[in-house]
C-alpha cells in the first residue's frame, strides 16, 4: 500500500495540471487568449489562486505551456555517447526528453493549442518562444558535441555550429509534430518511435 501512494499523489497532481492546462486553453478558444485571467482559470479549474501558482509560473505558461528548459549542461553532455549508433537527431530528442517534467501530453490540451495556433494566428510568435530556451541551450550543446565528434557529423565541411542548428531545428520540429497529432482523452506518452517517424517524414518531404 506504501509503494502506490507516490503513484496515486503522482496522478493527482498531473490531474490537477491537466484541469489547469484544459480550463485555459478552452477559455482561450472561447474568449481569446488576452481575455483569459488566472482568476476565470481558477474558477474553470476548481481551483485556488496559490494552487495555480504552485502549478503554472504564468498565466500564459497555461495557455501556451511552460518555456522549455534544457537539463544542466552535464547531464545533458551524458546523454550524447559518441558510441551510440542512434542518429543525432534522436540523441537530441532524448536529451528534450529528458528535460521536460514529464513525458505524458495530454490530447484535449495539445488540440486546443494547435487550435489556438489556427484560429488567433498572433498565438504563434508566443508559441515558439516556449521552446526559445530549449532551442538555444540545444544548439549550443549540438555545436560542442559535434565538434568533438566530427565522424558524427552529416555535413562536415560546414560549420559545427549551423549543422547543430539545423539539426535542433528539425528536432523541435518533430517534437511539435508528435505533440500535435496525438489523440483520444487521456495522456499518451511521447516516445523514441513516433519521434523517428516525424524525422523520417519530415526527410521525405525534404527530398520533394
Excluded at 550524447?80 to 532524448?94: K, N, W
Excluded at 560546414?158 to 535542433?168: F, G, I
Excluded at 523520417?200 to 527530398?207: D, L, N, S, V
Aim: hydrophobic share 45%; net charge negative.
Amino acid at each position: 500500500m506504501m509503494a502506490q501512494e507516490p503513484d496515486r499523489r503522482a496522478r493527482k497532481k498531473r490531474a490537477t495540471e491537466n484541469a489547469i492546462e484544459e480550463a485555459a486553453v478552452t477559455l482561450a478558444l472561447a474568449h481569446g487568449h488576452a481575455a483569459v485571467t488566472v482568476p476565470a482559470i481558477c474558477d474553470r479549474a476548481d481551483v485556488s489562486r496559490s494552487t495555480f501558482f504552485n502549478y503554472m509560473p504564468t498565466r500564459e505558461a497555461a495557455i501556451f505551456g511552460r518555456p522549455l528548459q534544457m537539463l544542466p549542461h552535464e547531464r545533458a553532455r551524458e546523454l550524447l555517447d559518441p558510441a551510440d549508433a542512434r542518429s543525432s537527431t534522436t540523441m537530441l530528442f532524448t536529451v528534450v526528453l529528458a528535460s521536460l517534467p514529464h513525458a505524458e501530453i495530454n490530447p484535449v490540451v495539445a488540440a486546443g493549442r494547435a487550435r489556438l495556433l489556427a484560429e488567433q494566428p498572433e498565438t504563434q510568435s508566443i508559441v515558439l518562444t516556449q521552446f526559445g530556451p530549449i532551442g538555444t541551450q540545444l544548439t549550443a550543446l549540438a555545436a560542442q558535441w559535434f565538434a568533438e565528434n566530427p565522424l558524427r557529423r552529416v555535413l562536415s565541411p560546414a560549420d559545427p555550429v549551423r549543422e547543430a542548428s539545423l539539426t535542433v531545428s528539425m528536432v523541435i520540429a518533430a517534437f511539435m509534430a508528435i505533440i500535435t497529432d496525438v489523440t483520444g482523452t487521456s495522456d499518451v506518452t511521447l516516445t523514441i518511435e513516433e519521434f523517428e517517424r516525424a524525422i523520417a517524414e519530415i526527410g521525405r518531404i525534404a527530398a520533394g
